[in-house]
Antibody
Framework: EVHLVESGGGLVQPGGSLRLSCAAS????????MGWVRQPPGKGLEWVAL????????YYVDSVKGRFTVSRDNAQNSLFLQMNSLRVEETAVYFC????????????WGQGTLVTVSS | DIVMTQSPDSLAVSLGERATINCKSS????????????LAWYQQKPGQPPKLLIY???IRESGVPDRFSGGGSGTDFTLTISSLQAEDVAVYYC?????????FGQGTKLEIK
């Protein structure tokens, strides 16, 4: 059974940094692109980042370019999101999700980890 | 960026009746080869992550009840629930994966009338 478990969320001050992790199990991690999607409290979904199977290709939403870095450790079946210079408006639940290799739909999601940016 | 606009923002339907949600993209999400629309539909219930219902605009994900169907092509798409069940109360999102950045619609909240 596919499992995605995020961790690393918490309270951080504006301008601070946080590193999110996503532990994957139940499938061959190297067969899939992986992504991050976030959801501010009570609001809709926003796609954040995507990384290729071998980590050589990375894509980001414009608002996080230069501040967020997506990476993966295929030996540890783990996905990461390094977030720097965080802003108040980036308070959200951050989900990791598996790209189903059909172009970009997400068939499996973690439960999410809450990042709160506040002074 | 491709803007995805859903309508309506909220919808109340009686149990057993049909529910239809619309999604319009600001540009076509149809790839001529392989002639597929790069559009997905998700269902999200409170406190849960989204669940994939439909991909390639009309293909039902494994395990999704057949009362859910997707249609449309190019820029205009629909998600239809043929006979609303109580467990279908949720927020529904469309998403394009034709280009980067991937983008979602704003969501449609579906309730029981």
């Amino acid at each position: 059974e596919v499992h995605l478990v995020e961790s690393g969320g918490g309270l951080v001050q504006p301008g601070g940094s946080l590193r999110l992790s996503c532990a994957a199990s139940g499938f061959t991690f190297t067969d899939y692109w992986m992504g991050w999607v976030r959801q501010p409290p009570g609001k809709g979904l926003e796609w954040v980042a995507l990384i290729s199977k071998d980590g050589s290709e990375k894509y980001y939403v414009d608002s996080v370019k230069g501040r967020f870095t997506v990476s993966r450790d295929n030996a540890q079946n783990s996905l990461f999101l390094q977030m720097n210079s965080l802003r108040v408006e980036e308070t959200a639940v951050y989900f990791c999700a598996r790209d189903e290799d059909r172009g970009g739909d997400y068939g499996y999601w973690g439960q999410g980890t809450l990042v709160t940016v506040s002074s | 960026d491709i803007v995805m606009t859903q309508s309506p923002d909220s919808l109340a339907v009686s149990l057993g009746e049909r529910a239809t949600i619309n999604c319009k993209s600001s540009q076509s999400v149809l790839y001529s080869s392989p002639n597929k629309n790069f559009l997905a539909w998700y269902q999200q219930k409170p406190g849960q992550p989204p669940k994939l219902l439909i991909y390639w605009a009309s293909i039902r994900e494994s395990g999704v009840p057949d009362r859910f169907s997707g249609g449309g092509s190019g820029t205009d798409f629909t998600l239809t629930i043929s006979s609303l069940q109580a467990e279908d109360v949720a927020v529904y999102y469309c998403q394009q994966y034709y280009s980067f950045p991937r983008t979602f619609g704003q969501g449609t909240k579906l309730e029981i009338k």
